[in-house]
């Protein structure tokens, strides 16, 4: 996608340190890390987010991000690993391209990645909304 910063990564126009590489995804540092061996999982075929993606590649996705993140454990000696990845900008994607932030934590760090709890959510509506979202799947 022309403009696309991360498809100019993954075509190779924009020079990457990649940590793996096949005929689907790219695997780079991130340049701007939040913690030490801070890595970013790329679709090689362009998709905005989550919402655009096949099972297939999304499956093939999720198994590559078990094997980086075992590799980046054995290496890196971290202690944790965050997997984010946002999808909008309500969400905080700020880059229009699918992808996986694998972020090393290490034990005292100050890596600001919190979830806050809300209130107590009502059981009767979960379940109805879980019976919605179910017919949709």
Not at 64 to 90: P, S
Request: with cysteine; charged share 25%.
């Amino acid at each position: 996608m022309d403009g696309c910063i991360f498809c100019s990564i993954v075509k190779g126009t924009i020079p990457s340190a990649t940590i793996y590489e096949n005929s689907e995804f790219k695997v780079i540092f991130d340049i701007a890390p939040v913690s030490k061996g801070h890595a970013l999982i790329l679709t090689k075929e362009h998709y905005d987010n989550i919402f655009d993606m096949d099972a297939d590649t999304a499956s093939k996705l999720f198994s590559l991000a078990t094997e980086v993140a075992r590799a980046m454990k054995n290496e890196l000696k971290c202690d944790g690993l965050n997997v984010v990845q946002n999808n909008g900008e309500a969400a905080g994607q700020t880059v229009n391209h699918f992808h996986m932030h694998m972020i090393p934590r290490y034990a005292g760090d100050d890596v600001g990645i919190n979830f806050k709890s809300g209130a107590e959510a009502d059981s009767e509506e979960l379940q109805e909304l879980a019976k919605k979202i179910r017919k949709r799947i």
